[in-house]
Nanobody, 124 residues
Framework: QLQLVESGGGLVQPGGSLTLSCTASGGTLAYYTIGWFRQAPGKEREGVSCISRRDHTTLYTESVKGRFTIFRDNAKNTVYLQMNSLKPEDTAVYYC?????????????????WGQGTQVTVSS
């Protein structure tokens, strides 16, 4: 069974950068569309970005366009989320998820496997 582990979260000042990693075991990530989601306290889980399994098409939610970049390294079985110009409203637990048979999309119910999450806190 595919297992996902996120890493790279932490505390960063507004305007700073972080790169999150999502590494898979028990399966080949290249066969899956990978999404990044986030959930802030008291809010619903929100789709942030995804990268397709077919042609590496990327999709971003409006609030992170131009600041976040998703990319994948299939040789390392890892997908990354580069986050620049971070804002306090980006503070959340970030999750990666894998969707088998999914082309792309940011709806959580379309994804089959989830990691445990990594905390990102943007604060001065």
């Amino acid at each position: 069974q595919l297992q996902l582990v996120e890493s790279g979260g932490g505390l960063v000042q507004p305007g700073g950068s972080l790169t999150l990693s999502c590494t898979a075991s028990g399966g080949t990530l290249a066969y899956y569309t990978i999404g990044w989601f986030r959930q802030a306290p008291g809010k619903e889980r929100e789709g942030v970005s995804c990268i397709s399994r077919r042609d590496h098409t990327t999709l971003y939610t409006e609030s992170v366009k131009g600041r976040f970049t998703i990319f994948r390294d299939n040789a390392k079985n890892t997908v990354y989320l580069q986050m620049n110009s971070l804002k306090p409203e980006d503070t959340a637990v970030y999750y990666c998820a894998a969707g088998y048979g999914l082309d792309y999309g940011l709806a959580p119910y379309d994804y089959d496997y989830w990691g445990q999450g990594t905390q990102v806190t943007v604060s001065s």
